[in-house]
T-cell receptor
Framework: RKEVEQDPGPFNVPEGATVAFNCTYS??????FFWYRQDCRKEPKLLMS???SGNEDGRFTAQLNRASQYISLLIRDSKLSDSATYLC??????????FGQGTELSVKP | NAGVTQTPKFRVLKTGQSMTLLCAQDMNHEYMYWYRQDPGMGLRLIHY???????AKGEVPDGYNVSRLKKQNFLLGLESAAPSQTSVYFC????????????FGPGTRLTVT
């Protein structure tokens, strides 16, 4: 079983739609959690951290459920510029980051 | 401010050839990393360094060597390239206090024939 698993997609949605990505992780000792964004053939960039209480950054909402070892990212009012691959990332003991394989999002006009 | 740069951007090697990938960062970061990214596999850590003169193995170190002689540079070497090493290689760096926020270079696309 992979340490971090995501639905690879692709998710094809119209502009303005709400889309949710899910991620599960296998190591219950994982310390912290993040979402990175990767545009086509470019480098990944940190999108947001994920806190236990849930957190928002504009149109983006991240949630964590430690009991179920589950992380989610909700994007409201999708824009064309949101088209990218979203990487679920878990920080393991020792500090290393473990990346999921990514979920591809395509927002259409 | 260049951030993280990687050289070269593209390379084609024949099986058995060697090469070195260069990563440079100008953010004075203590930590540096080398990843490879393959379709359906996500980013996998090859080697990393927590400071000048130190290196450690990541998840997939076999077939690679690294060196960090200067704080700003992290070199990844392939001694005898194999087709299984065809991949996109990303270098990243981070500050010790915010190690979860890694800054990535633009990647090197390597094909081994």
């Amino acid at each position: 079983r992979k340490e971090v698993e995501q639905d690879p997609g692709p998710f094809n949605v119209p502009e303005g739609a709400t889309v949710a990505f899910n991620c599960t992780y296998s190591n219950s000792a994982s310390q912290s959690f993040f979402w990175y964004r990767q545009d086509c053939r470019k480098e990944p960039k940190l999108l947001m951290s994920v806190y236990s209480s849930g957190n928002e950054d504009g149109r983006f909402t991240a949630q964590l459920n430690r009991a179920s070892q589950y992380i989610s990212l909700l994007i409201r009012d999708s824009k064309l510029s949101d088209s990218a691959t979203y990487l679920c990332v878990v920080r393991a003991q020792g500090g290393k980051l473990i990346f999921g394989q990514g979920t591809e999002l395509s927002v259409k006009p | 401010n260049a951030g993280v740069t990687q050289t070269p951007k593209f390379r084609v090697l024949k099986t058995g050839q060697s090469m070195t990938l260069l990563c440079a960062q100008d953010m004075n970061h203590e930590y540096m990393y080398w990843y490879r990214q393959d379709p359906g596999m996500g980013l996998r850590l090859i080697h990393y360094s927590v400071g000048e003169g130190t290196t450690a193995k990541g998840e997939v170190p076999d077939g690679y060597n690294v060196s960090r002689l200067k704080k700003q540079n992290f070199l990844l070497g392939l001694e005898s390239a194999a087709p299984s090493q065809t991949s996109v290689y990303f270098c990243a760096s981070s500050n010790r206090d915010r190690a979860y926020e890694q800054y990535f270079g633009p990647g090197t696309r390597l094909t081994v024939t």
